[in-house]
């Protein structure tokens, strides 16, 4: 058995070829689980600080609230003050009034307006210079909502009215509150972890605020809420309590960057096949053109040498015809001379493209077989089954068509160690026409089926291996058929089949 080196070193490559695409594979995924790692520490970072903000601003809004409750009550006092001080006896000593008259005059934040029942003020403090020359309270117009007001009870059921509202230092922390909040919610949708986020209610079903995402395909109710499952699958959610909304979710998803970098190996094994594809195929052309001229040199060059002895055993055989030798012999001598002229024409038609000839190619067969049958072992017997079809023509060069029966048949006589029996039938369906060619022999291993078509591929000691490849390259190439190995059992023998399309 012959095989050549070229196999061999192509083994050796693909090897070397494998252990370098699974070393880039081990190092892409570890580089892929480092970033992974990098990025959920980053993840959790992010995480804590927001939800440590979010407990920030949440005991910003309860400061806000201690402290708007405190000026309410000190308004409240106020006006009690103020009352107490107005419902007092003239013949009062001044000194029990001075306790409210202190709470009075203490008031320097609290933005107060005195008026009548009437709405005519009296007198205001604390309030904003636009307000100083105002005389009733009803030119506030829609300002007037910015007050509440507590009645204030005179002598004689008539009754004053006291109107106040939050001091600049309970106004200020209010925006100061409202600009944390608003910073917080920016920093979730700008989020130093790069990653996409979103931050959904209590019972999460609704998406309160976003960051790093689309939400243009989540028009409907139940787009967000598969949205929000698809958040929920990737980590676990980080609850966190935000001013004016309460108990709220953080979820998040992995970046695009760490989610591109996932398929990278895929697409870095598709891109080494591709390149290993197309240098295998390229190399196969070459090696398939280079190994085409060299056959077609020899060819060209062993119908050149044949010409000479060829024209000479002519002129021989016409001398001796003239000489009176026994016509049975000279007739057998005109056919191996006839024999030769069709292996110089065969072998002169590798290279070119053959001339296709519409013939009956159970004829052919059969005339080759009557050919072949006195030339080989009479231990050997080759049986031609028609099966009713004796007319069959397709387009087919004669002179390479017998040449593929001729290497078929050989073959056949070898693997039977030149005794047993070679059955050429055919038979056809819908489509195809098939010529089995099938012998006694030794067989041929299941795993050689395809290397037996490899130019110098042989079991003969002194064989070439090149007889099928041609055979092949005849039917395939140039008859538009397949040729190809049927069946074959060790010891029982084997089948090869020809087929052509009707």
Not at 117 to 129: Q, S
Not at 130 to 142: A, D, S, T, V
Not at 235 to 260: D, H
Request: glycine letters at 4%; proline letters at 3%; aromatic letters at 10%.
């Amino acid at each position: 058995m012959k095989i050549g080196k070229n196999k061999q070193w192509n083994w050796i490559l693909f090897l070397m070829a494998t252990a370098v695409f699974v070393a880039m594979i081990l190092y892409s995924n570890s580089l892929i689980n480092s970033i992974k790692e990098e990025e959920r520490r980053k993840v959790n970072v992010w995480a804590d600080a927001i939800t440590y903000k979010a407990n920030l601003v949440s005991y910003m809004e309860k400061f806000f609230e201690t402290i708007r409750m405190a000026e309410s009550k000190r308004a409240s006092i106020l006006a009690k003050a103020m009352q107490k001080v107005n419902d007092a006896p003239l013949n009062e000593d001044i000194g029990d009034m001075s306790f409210y008259l202190e709470i009075i005059s203490s008031n320097s934040t609290i933005p107060s307006i005195e008026t009548d029942r009437n709405g005519n003020i009296n007198w205001t403090v604390n309030v904003d210079d636009e307000f100083l020359n105002l005389k009733n309270i009803n030119e506030l117009g829609n300002r007037k909502s910015e007050f509440d007001s507590l009645i204030m009870y005179y002598y004689k059921n008539n009754y004053n009215i006291l109107y106040y509202k939050e001091s600049k230092i309970y106004s200020n922390l209010r925006i100061a509150i409202d600009n944390l909040v608003e910073t917080y919610f920016q920093e979730i949708v700008i989020n130093d972890a790069s990653v996409p986020v979103i931050v959904t209610d209590s019972s999460m079903s609704e998406i309160i605020t976003y960051g790093r995402i689309n939400l243009d395909n989540a028009k409907t109710k139940k787009d967000t809420c598969e949205l929000i499952k698809h958040f929920k699958n990737q980590n676990n959610p980080i609850k966190i309590e935000l001013p004016y909304q309460g108990t709220c979710y953080v979820l998040y998803e992995e970046s695009s960057v760490l989610m591109k970098l996932r398929y990278f190996p895929v697409i870095q094994f598709i891109i080494i096949i591709i390149f290993v594809v197309a240098g295998y195929l390229i190399l196969s052309f070459a090696r398939r053109s280079e190994q085409n001229r060299v056959w077609v040199g020899m060819s060209k060059e062993t119908a050149h040498q044949l010409g000479t002895p060829i024209s000479s055993l002519l002129a021989w055989s016409e001398l001796l015809k003239e000489e009176e030798v026994n016509p049975a012999i000279m007739k057998e001598i005109d056919k191996d001379v006839n024999r030769l002229e069709t292996i110089a024409q065969r072998f002169s038609k590798i290279g070119s493209e053959p001339e296709l000839i519409v013939e009956n190619i159970v004829t052919i067969i059969e005339e080759y077989v009557e050919y072949l049958q006195s030339r080989i072992s009479s231990k050997v017997v080759i049986k031609v089954n028609h099966n009713n079809i004796v007319d069959f023509n397709i387009p087919v060069n004669k002179y390479l068509f017998e040449w593929v029966i001729e290497n078929l048949c050989k073959n056949s006589v070898d693997a039977m160690n030149g005794k047993g029996v070679i059955i050429i039938d055919l038979s056809e369906d819908e489509k195809y026409l098939y010529v089995d060619i099938s012998d006694t022999g030794k067989g041929i291993p299941s795993n050689e089926f395809k290397l037996i078509f490899q130019p110098g591929y042989t079991t003969k000691k002194r064989g070439w291996g090149l007889g099928l490849p041609l055979a092949k390259r005849i039917i395939e190439q140039y008859h538009k058929g397949r040729l190809f190995v049927k069946s074959s059992a060790m010891e029982r023998g084997t089948v090869m089949r020809i087929q052509f399309r009707k």
